[in-house]
Nanobody, 129 residues
Framework: QVRLAESGGGSVQTGGSLTLSCLTS????????MVWFRQRSGKEREGVAA??????????DSVKGRFVISRDDSDDSRSTVSLEMSRLEPEDTAMYYC????????????????????WGRGTQVTVSS
């Protein structure tokens, strides 16, 4: 079993920054592929950034150069996956979700939401112009 809990969302103005955190626990293998997804109003859920196989990362084109994903493993059973977001734009307004699964899920990029078993409840990010 894997548990995920996001935090760090909020409201900022265009150009501002926020850092989201996802506190994870549980089966380490099932946390091998960690992804931040987001869902904008009226849109499908989309992958934003992923970290897998150590320090390998992937970013959606829309956030490259502005977002940074990182992982801090406290021990074998817990870790924190962060998403540092800078130069935020109104188009970044969305509910952001942390998701986890085995390493194979990061073999398909962009990551596909329905492939992921474990999800957090999400944290809202609102960027105003």
């Amino acid at each position: 079993q894997v548990r995920l809990a996001e935090s760090g969302g909020g409201s900022v103005q265009t150009g501002g920054s926020l850092t989201l955190s996802c506190l994870t626990s549980g089966d380490r293998y099932m946390r091998s592929c960690m992804v931040w997804f987001r869902q904008r109003s009226g849109k499908e859920r989309e992958g934003v950034a992923a970290i897998f196989a150590g320090d390998n990362t992937w970013y959606a084109d829309s956030v490259k150069g502005r977002f940074v994903i990182s992982r801090d493993d406290s021990d074998d059973s817990r870790s924190t996956v962060s998403l540092e977001m800078s130069r935020l734009e109104p188009e970044d307004t969305a509910m952001y979700y942390c998701a986890a699964d085995d390493a194979g899920r990061c073999g398909t990029l962009p990551p596909i939401p329905r492939h992921f078993q474990f999800w957090g409840r999400g944290t809202q990010v609102t960027v105003s112009s």
